[in-house]
């Protein structure tokens, strides 16, 4: 279906005058920021065709209605949002091109949300929204229909005096910040708006400070989050300078640390590390974010609450889950991944977590959803049977780990990372204590997983424990004559071997949720044997063939 055809069925706007009467003179934008940020041209062109595209779910705008689509999930977040406007202008060969399809869907948008507070009211969905009409209002207001952009613009209005009241109401954490920055954004491009810009920079300022760790990484240690983290504050960074006001110390502060943090997850490919939930997204996608966000940080290193610990040489990075889980309140289906790693060469994903759907839609099975978040399905030791850190029936978090010690050092010949946590420590009376040390020439990454004793309590007998190197797509693995290693072959990095002592190793199927939050068939690595009341180590080591 072309854009004419689907801004006829949209548009409908003689009923705008009679639902949006305003007795003032229409609002104005005081200028457009410009979003250096390339849209998904793919994407783009599907909703010139006429179809609203996340993941795996299609939406057809022709028969779009609100009210059947709602207000809770992935695409309805999106759609409500509007930050599909990006992609729809990277498509547009010609601005007019995408304004049809843009102001048709903002029409509707408007006569089925526009006239009184509603579920689309949600605090941080009118944040995005604030943020991307104003980023993209010449795809929204190009009409001369004088009765649309009253409507548009007025109704922004009064979403940002609706943010006045409720941007704190939003669930902490990426729903707030986007509230407030949403409204500094209109405070500052809005005509008549800067009487409440102090109210807004106050209100971001504690947002940030409430979900942002001092490292810049937020506290619900989500990668998936860290990027719309990035890329909100980047937009609000726009909307400053389009006004010519300097940008507070506070908001490029927190921008570049985000940054930091973020750089901190990314893999050889350019995608985020399987954390907390989330997948690798469109590695692609996250380059051009960071390229085009205006800010430039080097990649966080050694984390403090964030918790992802880095180690590179030479084209191999390593990545550590240093610290306690998330709080339920930050993050409601956090996972129980201390002490995991992840590892790449190159652009080939080497070792993974199993990774979760993050912020795209999915339908997986409860069940499968679940066993994404515990301890077996992370790069990581697991003892009998069980959670570092318990995940309940509601799918919350129990108790755990606590405490996370971490010593790092950088020598010559290899850089060296210890970290210890206490997730075990209730139950059977033993510390996990992971070592790893990346040579410096990057062909080569040795670890050491032990089981200390502390404390009285301890175990009767033994204990069974597994070490998971669960590997990435396209990875094969086949184990040595004497059971002790295997050969790792992938299309995209050199073969690499392995080998371990202290368990029996087994080669046995895993799964990996891809970028698009699609379920891969994979392998993984698995050292199992018996811990004794007074502990036990696993060494192990990767090595590059050449």
């Known amino acids: 279906m072309n854009e004419p055809a689907i801004a006829g069925r949209f548009g409908r706007r003689p009923l705008l005058p009679r639902l949006f009467r305003q007795k003032r003179a229409p609002l104005r934008l005081l200028a457009v920021p410009r979003d ?18 996340r993941g795996r779910s299609l939406l057809p705008l022709a028969d779009l209605d609100f009210a059947v689509v709602g207000t809770s999930g992935p695409l309805a977040g999106e759609l409500h949002g509007f930050s599909w406007l990006r992609d729809l202008a990277a498509a547009s060969s010609s601005r007019d091109r995408g304004a049809k399809v843009a102001e048709a869907v903002a029409a509707r948008w408007l006569l089925a949300h526009g006239t009184k507070p509603d579920a689309a009211w949600r605090a941080d969905l009118w944040g995005e929204r604030l943020l991307f009409w104003i980023a993209y209002a010449p795809y929204l207001l190009s009409t001369h229909d004088s009765a649309y952009r009253a409507a548009l613009l007025n109704t922004a209005a009064r979403g940002a005096r609706h943010l006045l009241s409720t941007a704190d109401q939003a669930l902490p954490g990426l729903p707030r910040i986007t509230a407030w920055a949403g409204l500094n954004a209109a405070s500052l491009l809005l005509e008549g708006g800067s009487t409440g810009i102090a109210r807004a920079e106050s209100g971001l300022a504690r947002a940030l400070a409430s979900a942002q760790s001092a490292d810049g990484g937020l506290l619900s240690r989500s990668p998936s989050e860290q990027l719309l983290l990035v890329d909100r504050l980047a937009l609000l960074r726009t909307a400053y300078l389009a006004a010519k006001q300097q940008v507070p110390d506070v908001l490029e502060n927190a921008a570049t640390a985000a940054l930091s943090a973020l750089g901190g997850v990314v893999m050889g490919d350019g995608g985020l590390g399987s954390w907390q939930w989330g997948n690798s997204g469109n590695p692609a996608r996250v380059t051009v974010l960071v390229d085009g966000c205006g800010l430039r940080a080097r990649a966080l290193r050694q984390a403090g609450s964030w918790g992802y610990h880095r180690l590179s040489a030479l084209g191999t990075t390593a990545v550590i889950d240093a610290a306690a889980p998330p709080p339920s309140k930050m993050a409601p289906l956090g996972c129980a991944s201390t002490l995991a790693l992840e590892m790449s060469d190159g652009p080939q994903r080497l070792l993974v977590n199993c990774g979760g759907p993050g912020m795209s839609p999915a339908d997986f099975p409860a069940e499968l959803g679940g066993a994404l978040r515990t301890t077996a399905a992370h790069s990581t030791l697991t003892l009998g049977d069980t959670n570092s850190t318990a995940v309940l029936a509601d799918g919350s978090l129990g108790k755990g780990v606590t405490d996370v010690t971490v010593a790092r050092s950088d020598g010559d010949d290899f850089s060296r990372l210890e970290a210890e946590h206490d997730g075990y420590l209730r139950r059977f009376g033993l510390l996990h204590n992971r070592g790893l040390a990346l040579g410096n020439d990057g062909k080569e990454l040795r670890g050491l997983d032990r089981l200390v004793p502390r404390g009285r309590k301890r175990i009767r007998g033994t204990a069974p424990f597994s070490v998971r190197f669960h590997l990435g797509p396209n990875v094969e693995a086949t184990r040595t004559a004497d059971g002790q290693g295997a050969i790792l072959r992938s299309p995209a990095a050199p073969p690499w071997s392995f080998r371990c002592r202290g368990g029996q190793l087994e080669v046995e199927e895993s799964l990996w949720v891809d970028g698009g939050a699609r379920l891969r068939s994979t ?16 060494g192990w080591q990767f090595r590059r063939s050449s």
């Open 523 to 538: 392998l993984q690595l698995s050292v199992t044997g018996e811990v004794p009341p007074e502990g036990t180590e696993v």
């Open 36 to 53: 250096h940020v390339q849209g998904d041209r793919a994407r783009g062109e599907q909703l010139l065709a006429g179809t609203f595209a």
